[in-house]
């Protein structure tokens, strides 16, 4: 499985930006999806997840109420919609997936498959 990661970009503190994450092959919707953030110097942090079906999600309590995770399976795609954006939310935002769910203990070496990564920048 390879994941493809898209949709950062500059953005003003308060403003929205929606990342997709794409996954090649046909087994998408057998893995539960997350997203993950490395600011510069900082470990990669757990940020979202969403189980196989959708029915379940996850957040980081820094996300929560600001974040939304979801996705599409007919079209291998997960995404995360970022709202209220702050100059903290700056990182490379990755995807992962794996075959077990996690939940919010989810950590970064528990990953099966990663993205390359997309860079938010929110500026103050």
């Known amino acids: 499985v390879q994941l493809q990661a898209s949709g950062g970009g500059l953005v003003q503190a308060g403003g929205s930006l929606r990342l997709s994450c794409t996954a090649s092959?046909?087994?998408?919707?057998?893995?539960?999806v997350g997203w993950f953030r490395q600011a510069p110097g900082k470990e990669r942090d757990f940020v979202a997840a969403?189980?196989?079906?959708?029915?379940?999600?996850y957040y980081a309590n820094f996300v929560k109420g600001r974040f939304t995770i979801s996705r599409d399976n007919s079209k291998n795609t997960a995404y995360l919609q970022m709202n209220s954006l702050k100059p903290e939310d700056a990182a490379v935002y990755y995807c992962?997936?794996?075959?077990?769910?996690?939940?919010?203990?989810?950590?970064?070496?528990?990953?099966?498959?990663w993205g390359q990564g997309t860079e938010v920048t929110v500026s103050s």
């Open positions: 992962a997936i794996s075959l077990n769910n996690y939940g919010s203990t989810w950590s970064a070496t528990r990953s099966d498959y």
């Open positions: 092959g046909h087994t998408f919707s057998s893995y539960v």
């Open positions: 969403i189980t196989r079906s959708g029915s379940n999600t």
